[in-house]
C-alpha cells in the first residue's frame, strides 16, 4: 500500500546516545522533508530533499543530519542525543508531478532524551 | 522573514454555530497558502490549497493579501470537525513549507 512510515513511533534514549529516526514511502515522490515540532508550537522544516543525494537544511537550525541515498528513504540521525533535542519528529513526502503542493505525512517519532 | 501565526490555541464553538479560524502571513514573495487538519489518532493531512478556491468538507478560505491573512471559514460546525487545524505557507516551488503553531477546535453538542 503506497504509504509513508516513520520508526519507531516512541523512542526514549540517554543522553550521549547515537540514533537514527527511520522515513521511508512508497510513494515513489522525489520530495522529502523532515519536522521537528514542540507541544503546542509550530512546525519546523529541519531538512528536506529533492530527490536522491540530495539534502538541504531547512530555516530551523538542527543538529540532525540526514541522508538521501534511495528515493523511498530519508532516515534522520542524531550522533549525540541531548535533552534538548526531545520533540515529535515528523517525516512528508510530496510529489512534484502533481504539483508537489500537497505533503503526505508519517504518523511521526516522538523522541524523549533522558 | 516567513511566518505563520494563528493567534488562538484552542476554538471552542456549539454544533451549528459559525467557525472561524484566524491565520496571518508574512512573506516577501507571493505564498503559497495552505490549511492543514489533524483528527483524533490521525496523521496531519491537507485540508485546502487557496488556490484551488474549493470549499472541503464545508470549508473556506480567502487570501486577503492586504491584511495577509488567510482565514479558515465554516458557516455551520459539525461535531466532526473537531480537530487540529494548521495554517501553512509555502515558497512558489514548494521547496520549504511553514506552519503556525495549531488551533484546536472543539466543537460541543
Known amino acids: 500500500e503506497a504509504d509513508i512510515y516513520q520508526t519507531p513511533r516512541y523512542l526514549v534514549i540517554g543522553t550521549g546516545k547515537k540514533i537514527t529516526l527511520e522515513c521511508s514511502q512508497t510513494?515513489?515522490?522525489?520530495?522529502m522533508y523532515w519536522y521537528q515540532q514542540d507541544p503546542g508550537m509550530e512546525l519546523h522544516l529541519i531538512h528536506y530533499?529533492?530527490?536522491?543525494?540530495?539534502?538541504e537544511k531547512g530555516d530551523l537550525s538542527s543538529e540532525s543530519t540526514v541522508s538521501r541515498i534511495r528515493t523511498e528513504h530519508f532516515p534522520l540521525t542524531l550522533e549525540s542525543a541531548r535533552p534538548s533535542h526531545t520533540s515529535q519528529y515528523l517525516c512528508?513526502?510530496?510529489?512534484?508531478?502533481?504539483?508537489?503542493?500537497?505533503?503526505?505525512f508519517g504518523p511521526g517519532t516522538r523522541l524523549t532524551v533522558t | 522573514a516567513q511566518r505563520v501565526t494563528q493567534p488562538e490555541k484552542l476554538l471552542s464553538v456549539f454544533k451549528g454555530a459559525p467557525v472561524e479560524l484566524k491565520c496571518n502571513y508574512s512573506y516577501s514573495g507571493s505564498p503559497e497558502l495552505f490549511w492543514y487538519v489533524q483528527y483524533s489518532r490521525q496523521r496531519l493531512q491537507l485540508l485546502l490549497r487557496?488556490?484551488s478556491r474549493e470549499s472541503i468538507k464545508g470549508f473556506t478560505a480567502d487570501l486577503n493579501k492586504g491584511e495577509t491573512s488567510f482565514h479558515l471559514k465554516k458557516p455551520f460546525a459539525q461535531e466532526e470537525d473537531s480537530a487540529m487545524y494548521y495554517c501553512a505557507l509555502s515558497s512558489y516551488n514548494f521547496n520549504k513549507f511553514y506552519f503556525g503553531s495549531g488551533t484546536k477546535l472543539n466543537v460541543k453538542p
Open positions: 510513494m515513489g515522490h522525489d520530495k
Open positions: 530533499s529533492y530527490g536522491v543525494n540530495s539534502t
Open positions: 487557496h488556490i
Open positions: 512528508a513526502s510530496s510529489d512534484p508531478v502533481q504539483g508537489g503542493y500537497e505533503q503526505y
